[in-house]
């Protein structure tokens, strides 16, 4: 199975801030990545697919890049509406497999 | 447009089977596939499994000795089924659809699963 390590588990970060988080891959996944965005007590939503592509209707301060095995969603300028849950996800091989997840939050 | 919508008994007793429909609209079961995640309490997504377009199912390891996932065309619903449940399994059960770019671009709101006597 392939294993995904999301990193960090949770960050505090001040308004405007830049944000970086990260899934790496135990195994070669390609572009086989995708990010999605949960509030509490809502359905995942999905901001990057592709491992770049950002999701129509996402603001274009959300993207996404790759190195390597590692993968990172980044927020250029965080918005109090960015607070929530941040999840990686593989689909290049079953089974599919999530990140543990990001819990961001506003300091 | 399109639309998933996950159905099932709130409370399930332990060592007895869960049942949850996903019914789908705006979208053939025959063009895409569907997704079964699932989320304890405070705690991260995990991939349950799959039913493809062409009717084959994949399942996550640890839960497949329990799993199973069917589907009827006709009435665009998707089924889950999984025996021997105990108070691990419970979850938040979602439905979602791969579409043409991948994975999860549509969610259902999700079910909550209680395992409790």
């Known amino acids: 199975d392939i294993q995904m390590t999301q990193s960090p588990s949770s960050l505090s970060a001040s308004l405007g801030d830049r944000v970086t988080i990260t899934c790496r891959a135990s195994q070669d996944i390609g572009n086989f990545l995708t990010w999605f965005q949960q509030k509490p007590g809502k359905s995942p939503r999905r901001m990057i697919y592709?491992?770049?592509n950002l999701e129509d209707g996402v603001p274009s301060r959300f993207s996404g890049s790759r190195s390597g095995s590692d993968y990172s969603l980044t927020i250029s300028s965080l918005e109090s509406e960015d607070v929530a849950d941040y999840h990686c996800l593989q689909s290049i091989q079953c089974p599919h497999s999530f990140g543990a997840g990001t819990k961001l939050e506003l300091k | 447009q399109v639309q998933l919508k996950e159905s099932g008994p709130g409370l399930v007793q332990p060592s007895q089977t869960l049942s949850l429909t996903c019914t789908v609209s705006g979208f053939s079961l025959t063009s895409n596939s569907i997704h079964w995640v699932r989320q304890p309490p405070g705690k991260g997504l995990e991939w349950v499994g799959a039913i493809w377009s062409g009717g084959s199912t994949d399942y996550n390891l640890a839960l497949k000795s329990r799993l199973s996932i069917s589907r009827d065309t006709s009435k665009s619903q998707v089924f889950l089924k999984m025996n021997s449940l105990q108070t691990e399994d419970t979850a938040i059960y979602f439905c979602?659809?791969?579409?043409?770019?991948?994975?999860?671009?549509?969610w259902g709101q999700g079910v909550m699963v209680t395992v409790s006597s």
């Open positions: 979602s659809r791969e579409g043409n770019s991948g994975s999860g671009d549509y």
């Open positions: 592709g491992a770049t």
